[in-house]
């Protein structure tokens, strides 16, 4: 059920793309919230908001915010312009965006027959927080700066993200980050996601639209921040990397599954290769990937090898090594964390995203 409070901003704490941190008193007490002015308005201090506090009652870690609804004694002005594409729909919040793939986007005729991505690489992993550290092992020591210009062109990559975890793309730091450094070309939302630079139904014209309106070279799919599970073998919303597979196969492009990987969770299901990957790769994706093995050393790293075994049953299986990628993702341009747990914490975790993109790189030269 959801938990509804008054609260009154105190003041502004920091502000990204899309999204306003506050801070906001409640008869609980001072307490974080966030705003998106694109729904709701622009919050300033002294205003009344409503709240949404489940989150806070839930002790969420991801989402541990009270989200602004409503500011009720100013409201937003009505958004102009084209878009027939309802997200979030039948939900208080839903909005209109415009899609690329709906018949007045500029991009329909790019997209209203197209049927294939043209080989690119789609790199495909359960968590968001992996997608940095996938990154950090595509570029390695030679990241894109902004504004570079002449010489080799690093390679154009596209975040596709699914609606398994945040709906709003502005919720996600990290990518308004990596958009500011040059590291991403752009944002696709797609399903009931939205906020990206381009918007889109389905993960297929999701892919589609990576390739063909931003030009990307790779495109990376995950799920939202505030991934979703149950601890059962097939409730949990990252199983939507094993359908993703899927998508990128039958458009013709080449998959490449990141394995999440975890020498620091205190869970055994996820210790080693978590079942998350061993049942959206194994059981849900129906095409063939090639899965990014790292080569991790002593007995962890041997049991990693041997967990991912059953895999190849239906993929290949691509040994990486992993020297050099721990530098690689120390000059990360986002703090890299998973689950609370920082680089150092659970080094492997981050290990295998990067792995996935080195491999990535290979496939580009």
Not at 34 to 45: H, K, N, S
Not at 125 to 140: F, K, M, N, R, V
Not at 266 to 281: K, N, Q
Request: proline share 7%; aromatic share 6%.
């Amino acid at each position: 059920m959801i938990r509804w409070r008054r609260g009154e901003v105190v003041r502004i704490r920091r502000e990204w793309p899309g999204a306003m941190e506050l801070d906001v008193t409640t008869e609980d007490g001072e307490a974080r919230a966030l705003a998106y002015p694109a729904l709701v308005g622009r919050p300033e201090p002294g205003d009344v908001v409503l709240l949404n506090t489940t989150a806070l009652a839930m002790g969420l870690g991801t989402g541990g915010y009270a989200m602004v609804v409503a500011v009720p004694d100013r409201l937003p002005q009505d958004p102009q312009g084209p878009g027939h594409l309802v997200k979030a729909r039948y939900t208080p919040l839903q909005t209109t965006v415009l899609g690329a793939d709906e018949q007045d986007s500029p991009f329909h005729h790019l997209l209203r027959d197209a049927d294939s991505v043209d080989g690119m690489p789609v790199i495909v992993a359960d968590l968001h927080s992996a997608l940095p550290a996938i990154l950090c092992g595509l570029y390695g020591s030679n990241p894109p700066r902004t504004g570079e210009s002449g010489g080799h062109r690093p390679a154009r990559v596209a975040y596709v993200m699914l609606d398994g975890g945040a709906l709003p793309a502005w919720f996600s730091m990290s990518c308004a980050r990596l958009r500011e450094a040059g590291w991403l070309c752009g944002v696709v939302t797609v399903g009931q996601a939205f906020g990206g630079d381009v918007e889109a139904v389905t993960p297929h014209t999701g892919l589609l639209a990576a390739r063909h309106v931003l030009g990307a070279d790779v495109a990376v799919v995950t799920q939202g921040p505030g991934n979703l599970g149950s601890g059962t073998r097939w409730g949990f919303s990252g199983i939507s990397a094993g359908e993703a597979v899927n998508a990128a196969a039958v458009l013709g492009g080449r998959p490449v599954a990141a394995l999440r990987v975890s020498e620091g969770d205190l869970r055994e299901r996820h210790i080693g290769v978590s079942h998350h990957s061993l049942t959206a790769y194994g059981r849900v994706a129906l095409a063939p990937a090639q899965i990014a093995v790292p080569v991790l050393p002593g007995d962890f790293g041997r049991r990693v090898t041997e967990q991912s075994r059953p895999l190849a049953a239906r993929h290949e299986l691509v040994e990486v090594p992993v020297d050099g990628l721990y530098a690689a993702l120390r000059e990360s341009p986002v703090r890299l964390s998973t689950m609370g747990r920082g680089l150092d914490e659970d080094l492997a975790y981050f290990l295998a995203s990067a792995a996935a993109g080195r491999h990535t790189a290979s496939l580009l030269s």
